[in-house]
């Protein structure tokens, strides 16, 4: 009767589990690669906000001293990643941020003072300033413009 049995058998077991095996294997290969996808998608988030920060340092570094508002060349590098800070220099490498002439928007009178006495009477200058960098590595580019108010002595916005 055992016999009988064996020859019955037509190898449906066998192919309902290589056609389960299959589509496992598939549904594998698929979540692998989506994975991959989003960890190259975080990757280069990662690396614009990494550039981003890079800028904005630049930024604030140029902007903390007011000698950048009253006589600021055409354009200036800023070295970025661990160049010595602080120190502005000619664009000799992809690697530097590369910060814009500051643009004086506007002035208004400053608050608080009422009596005007010939130059020396302070204003609030509102300036734009704008600056760009490119990862040379990873090719992330960044333009950002950051806008800042400064109270200064009358005479140094050149737009008015």
Do not use: H
Request: hydrophobic content about 45%; charged content about 15%; overall charge positive.
């Amino acid at each position: 009767m055992i016999a009988t049995d064996i020859r019955r058998q037509s190898g449906a077991t066998l192919l309902v589990s290589l056609i389960m095996l299959v589509v496992l294997t598939l549904f594998a290969v698929t979540m692998f690669n989506l994975s991959s996808v989003n960890l190259k998608i975080v990757g280069n988030f990662q690396q614009q906000r990494v550039t981003e920060a890079t800028v904005q340092q630049a930024i604030e570094q140029v902007m903390s001293t007011v000698t950048f508002f009253n006589a600021a060349p055409a354009a200036i590098c800023m070295p970025s990643g661990n160049a010595p800070s602080g120190t502005p220099l000619a664009c000799a490498s992809s690697a530097d941020v590369l910060i814009d002439k500051p643009k004086c928007n506007y002035t208004t009178a400053a608050r608080g003072y009422t009596k005007k006495v010939g130059e020396l009477t302070p204003e609030d200058t509102n300036w734009d300033v704008r600056a760009s960098f490119t990862d040379p590595v990873t090719k992330a580019s960044v333009a950002i413009v950051q806008g800042v108010a400064v109270r200064m002595l009358a005479g140094n916005c050149p737009s008015t």
